[in-house]
């Protein structure tokens, strides 16, 4: 009983910030002004402490420009967790537009949707994603193109990026400075979490949203810890598929030792 009461109260508190929070929102991104991307943050941070979600940082984002950061994604809340940590903007499939509150909190990034089956419109697509590094801003890719059980990476897809050589010719440097960055679900309440429990953390997109969310909130404590590795300089000599398979290599390596426990 005391555990849903919890959960209830984290529940309307968030509700309360996000209403505060969503007009401010609007206007920054109206006037177009930087704070459009630290509220995110904030609310992001406060949305993972509501939740129960504990996260370790291991490493830094690279400060060179453009910036691409190119992870595994195992749950909805790998976007908490990663927009808690930097300002970003995430990459997503263009039917989350239409998901009940987290298409309209995806709006409210300023998040870049893309349609994955309409071959016919991917150019302007990779060119606006492309526009967004060269503008500076830390553009987060999931090229698994769906969420896992979080225990692997799954093969990663490498026809977005080609946003990073859309993005070359627009860098004041003529290059892209591509960043793998591994999310590991490690913990819940304070013990490691194994393979069993891992799916607790994960959400596989055959499990609904609304149970699978107030089980996080019932369990209330998750430890992830994020790795982030070193960049890769993707240049117009670059070859997306050798760049792509050094990611996925990185990515593959970071998420299964600290999977281990190292």
Known sequence: MINWLRVALCMTLLVVATLVMAPVQILFLWLDVPQRRTLPRLWHRMACRLVGIRVRVHGTPDPQ???????????????????????????????VKAWPVFGVLARLQATIFIEREQKRTTGNQVNEIGKRLADGEIVVLFPEGTTSDGNRLLEIKTSLFGAAAAAVPLSPTGAVHVQPVAIAYTGIHGMPMGRYHRPVAAWPGDIPLGPHLLGILHEGAVDVDVIYGEQITYTAQSNRKVVSRQVEKSIREMLALKLRGR
Not at 74 to 84: C, H, N, P, Q, R
Request: neutral net charge.
């Open 65 to 95: 420009r453009p910036l691409m950061l190119v992870s595994n994604h195992a749950s909805w809340k790998d976007i908490l967790v990663l927009g808690s940590i930097a300002d970003v903007v995430f990459v997503a499939k263009s039917d």
